[in-house]
């Protein structure tokens, strides 16, 4: 089993920066790609960013310049750093991890529960 647990959300003004951290645990033997995605009401999921493991990186066309994605791999950790935060950006925020499972040959997308992000004054 291997579970994705997700922290640093909450409410910030625009132009303020947050970051957000995802921690892997379990039955892991290696990760692959991580990401980013977020969700506001009524909306569709949508990517924000992803890294390799080689730390080859992807942005959103509207995060790009503003958010920075980075990862941690001898914790298994995510980050997600986000400056000059607009209201637009308000929006749950959930991990996703490509994870090698452990003893097997199976490679599965995990997601995490998600996070709140409120962008308000």
């Known amino acids: 089993q291997v579970q994705l647990v997700e922290s640093g959300g909450g409410l910030v003004q625009p132009g303020g920066s947050l970051r957000l951290s995802c921690a892997a645990s379990g039955s892991i033997f290696s990760i692959n790609a991580m990401g980013w995605y977020r969700q506001a009401p009524g909306k569709e999921r949508e990517l924000v960013a992803h890294i390799t493991n080689a730390g080859t990186t992807n942005y959103a066309d509207s995060v790009k310049g503003r958010f920075t994605i980075s990862r941690d791999n001898a914790k298994n950790t995510v980050y997600l750093q986000m400056n000059s935060l607009k209201p637009e950006d308000t929006a749950v925020y959930y991990c996703?991890?490509?994870?090698?499972?452990?003893?097997?040959?199976?490679?599965?997308?995990?997601w995490g529960q998600g996070t709140l992000v409120t962008v308000s004054s």
């Open positions: 996703n991890a490509d994870v090698l499972v452990a003893g097997t040959w199976r490679d599965l997308e995990v």
